[in-house]
């Protein structure tokens, strides 16, 4: 099997692992709070990818960064996982998974705009068009459809799912700074992500989590939100000669969550829905004929 062949098998595995966690999201914050949610999911995803850095004998790699790659990871921790996912969970426990997961979806536009004043790109005439039309079906997804009176679902809700897609392209963008081994480098943010976790807990919610249900959740979203499938994903991506190619499977991750949403949550989906996620995924794929990378995300 050659190289190419492996990074897109590698590649549809994270998208159909990517596929699931949205249901996983909302099952699991039926029996946790969404700090208890993320104390349980980044604790299993730091075990995971230490046993992963340890059983490639390069653990090692911990203990051997730079005092300004320590601090990096400092700042990298707070905003991944500790930021982002606490802000995209409240999302999901505001709105229905359908909604939180299709205006998350928005991070690859919100990457584009913010690459304007922290990496100095154009601003394309392409690029305002694709924004028009991604926000356009933010805007159905939003309001289920009622365009002509403005009336989200859950104004709170949006607004948190919204603002998940900007803190992640942020992270996106000054992680391409980061040239450290990536497993190790995503192992350190989250080992200074999750004292910020933590505390979270003990001055909010607490750590009550003896739901095995949500236990069970929390690990799943560990393993495969966090984990495992950023290993494979990266692994994708170093093994082929087309970035880009890869990069436009996760396209595919919405549509198939959808399914999912429907038959293992119980959502029934909404036209709305629909209509605004394939507008979103249009808007990006126009905005991806102009050249610009999409990152590895969904959620």
């Not at 099997?1 to 595995?13: C, E, S, Y």
């Not at 997804?141 to 104004?155: C, K, L, Q």
């Not at 200074?192 to 069970?216: E, K, N, Q, S, T």
């Amino acid at each position: 099997m050659t190289d190419d062949r492996k990074a897109t098998l590698l590649g549809l595995l994270s998208v159909l692992l990517w596929s699931t966690v949205a249901s996983a999201f909302k099952l699991s914050l039926e029996h946790l709070e969404p700090a208890q949610l993320l104390l349980v999911a980044a604790t299993v995803s730091l075990v995971v990818l230490c046993a992963i850095l340890a059983a490639r004998g390069r653990l090692r790699l911990l203990f051997s960064f730079t005092r300004r790659q320590y601090a990096f990871s400092a700042l990298m921790g707070f905003m991944n996982p500790a930021l982002y996912y606490m802000v995209l969970f409240e999302a999901y426990d505001r709105l229905a998974a359908q909604e939180a997961q299709a205006l998350n979806y928005t991070w690859a536009l919100a990457l584009a705009l913010l690459s304007v004043p922290l990496l100095k790109q154009r601003l394309t005439v392409r690029d305002a068009v694709a924004g028009l039309v991604c926000y356009g079906g933010a805007f159905v997804t939003a309001t289920r459809g009622n365009v002509s009176s403005f009336d989200p679902s859950n104004a709170v809700g949006v607004a948190l799912a919204l603002g998940s897609a900007f803190i992640w392209a942020l992270y996106w963008i000054l992680n391409t700074r980061d040239d450290r081994d990536p497993v190790a480098g995503q192992a350190l943010n989250f080992a200074f992500g999750l004292p910020w976790i933590v505390v979270a807990c003990a001055i909010g919610v607490g750590f009550d989590v003896r739901d095995w249900r949500g236990l069970f959740g929390g690990a799943y979203v560990g393993l495969f939100e966090m984990g495992i499938t950023f290993v494979v994903w990266s692994s994708a991506l170093k093994l082929t000669r087309s970035a880009a190619r890869i990069g436009n499977l996760i396209f595919i991750s919405p549509f198939l969550s959808l399914v999912l949403i429907r038959y293992v949550v119980g959502e029934p989906i909404a036209q709305s829905t629909v209509v605004g996620l394939a507008l979103i995924v249009g808007g990006l794929l126009l905005q991806q004929t102009a050249g610009r990378p999409a990152p590895a995300r969904s959620s």
